[in-house]
């Protein structure tokens, strides 16, 4: 009996010995040596499976990970990496630098001249429906990623905003600097 428990340990210890020199050789080496093997765990309230009942290999889904609820205090949604101040501004940049090139192009006029007069009146109102229509959904702990999806995304359209405000920066420069309007 003792003869078979020092067997037993010396195979022990040259599959120890195997291991260890198997992770000086290369990869291939050590997945022939090295079989990984995985079981179920079972849980408390799952039925067990026996021979009598079939395995189904279906994974089990993760639970989705709690997304807080964002805060609906004033302060936090104007803070500086709160959701307003970006989108607002990206979404009036949309809207002027788009409105800004149409009327320049049915009108001839340039940007500055399109702010003077019923412009500053149109620009006022418009500012205000869309700050609005974007505050009210941010006051009731809406955010924009919960209602995006597919094409029109909130990153897609955090990019799109970025980039109005850069063209009607750019598109502002260039009328001063040619003295003349852009298209």
């Not at 995006?148 to 897609?156: Q, R």
Request: charged share 15%; net charge positive.
């Amino acid at each position: 009996m003792a003869c078979i428990q020092s067997l037993s340990s010396v195979s022990s210890i040259s599959s120890s010995v195997q291991k260890l020199s198997a992770a000086s050789r290369p990869i291939s080496h050590r997945a022939r040596l090295l079989p990984i093997r995985a079981i179920e765990e079972s849980k408390p309230d799952a039925p067990a499976i026996t021979s009598e009942t079939p395995a189904t290999s279906t994974p089990a889904t993760p639970a989705a990970p709690k997304v807080p609820k964002p805060s609906t205090k004033f302060g936090d949604v104007f803070s500086f990496s709160g959701p307003a101040p970006e989108t607002i501004n990206g979404r009036l940049a949309m809207l002027g630098f788009t409105t800004a090139l149409i009327v320049e192009k049915a009108t001839g006029a340039p940007l500055t001249s399109q702010l003077s007069g019923v412009g500053f009146e149109w620009f006022v109102f418009s500012a205000s429906l869309f700050s609005a229509a974007s505050l009210i959904p941010m006051f009731q702990g809406v955010t924009v990623e919960s209602k995006s999806g597919g094409f029109f995304n909130s990153k897609a359209e955090t990019l799109n905003g970025r980039a109005a405000m850069l063209g009607l920066v750019a598109m502002a420069i260039t009328e001063y600097v040619k003295g003349s309007p852009l298209i």
